[in-house]
């Protein structure tokens, strides 16, 4: 819902929220993985994997973090 700690727009945030439900289909069936990343900052590292998928003409973009040596979880949904 924010983005650099500013509140996101009400319209950006409902159409994430709209595509929630596809979420757990589209984890549970994963194929592959479209890009994998690692940031760190001072001591800390997060890793960020991306899914990409198509459903008809809508194309949806899940990443998926995991903090430290954490358990991976769901961090973004949005329209590609």
């Known amino acids: 819902m924010y983005k650099d700690g500013i509140l996101r727009p009400k319209k950006e945030i409902l159409e994430r929220f709209n595509l929630l439900p596809y979420a757990v289909n589209i984890i549970k069936n994963i194929k ?13 590292s997060a890793y960020f994997w991306t899914i990409k998928h198509s459903i008809g003409s809508l194309r949806i973009r899940i990443i998926l973090r995991r903090l430290n040596n954490g358990t991976i979880h769901f961090f973004i949904i949005m329209k590609e």
């Open 32 to 44: 592959g993985v479209d890009n994998e990343e690692k940031r760190m900052k001072e001591k800390s």
